[in-house]
């Protein structure tokens, strides 16, 4: 019985952090859903790390946005092509009425 897995975890399927060649997310280990992170479209050439600030309602949906002062580009295109796929993420579904707030990080490299 119980979850399988990392220990911080709180959904029987999923991972509760990532890791990739384009982003990562950290949200209190939640898990992140079907399909993984989106993958932000972008056809400029540039690189950089965008980190987006997100709030998660428990049913998963990102009902907020914003670039974190983490954020080491100012390209105005890569910004908002990681803001458009931050806000496509799903999370588990938790119970409770609170939202959470994590991030997700992109990293852009020259195509």
Excluded at 37 to 49: A, F, I, K, S, T
Excluded at 79 to 99: H, P, T, V
Aim: charged residues 20%; hydrophobic residues 30%; aromatic residues 6%.
């Amino acid at each position: 019985k119980g979850n399988e897995g990392s220990p911080d975890g709180n959904d029987i399927q999923g991972v509760t952090t990532g890791v990739g060649g384009y982003g990562t997310w950290d949200l209190n280990g939640r898990a992140i859903g079907q399909g993984g992170l989106p993958r932000p479209e972008y056809n400029v050439q540039d690189e950089g790390r965008v980190v987006v600030t997100i709030t998660v309602n428990p049913e998963g949906r990102v009902i907020k946005t914003d670039i974190n002062p983490r954020t080491n580009t100012t390209n105005p295109a890569l910004r908002q092509a990681a803001l458009r796929a931050a806000s496509q993420a799903l999370f588990n579904r938790i119970d409770g009425l609170n939202n959470q707030m994590g991030t997700i990080t992109y990293y852009f490299q020259l195509k």
